[in-house]
């Protein structure tokens, strides 16, 4: 079993900045690839950014690349999103999740920190 535990998320203005941090335990973090995700009201889990075990491989979806980045500190078992230029339609739960590398379904979420922007 992987826990993961998000934190970082907030109120922020439009155009402002937000870190959010996922720190994980349980078993062996550089096993894992780890993703961020959001959920928006009334909307499906979204795919937001991926980074693989090593940290040399990472994805974003498109309409996020250039504002959003996504890192791993392994002797920190912790993984980070960066988010800049902040958007209202960012405002969401952002949930971090990890997958053991080589398997494709996420298996292990955390319990989401709620990231409001505000115009």
């Known amino acids: 079993q992987v826990q993961l535990v998000e934190s970082g998320g907030g109120l922020v203005q439009v155009g402002g900045s937000l870190r959010l941090s996922c720190a994980a335990s349980?078993?062996?973090?550089?096993?894992?690839?780890m993703g961020w995700f959001r959920q928006a009201p009334g909307k499906e889990r979204e795919l937001v950014a991926t980074?693989?075990?090593?940290?040399?491989?990472?994805y974003y979806v498109d309409s996020l690349r250039g504002r959003f980045t996504i890192s791993r500190d392994n002797a920190k078992n912790t993984v980070y999103l960066q988010m800049n230029r902040l958007k209202p339609e960012d405002t969401a739960v952002y949930y971090c999740s990890a997958k053991e590398s080589g398997k494709y379904e996420y298996d292990y979420w955390g319990q989401g920190t709620q990231v409001t922007v505000s115009s």
């Open positions: 980074i693989s075990w090593s940290g040399r491989r990472t």
């Open positions: 349980g078993r062996t973090f550089s096993n894992y690839d």
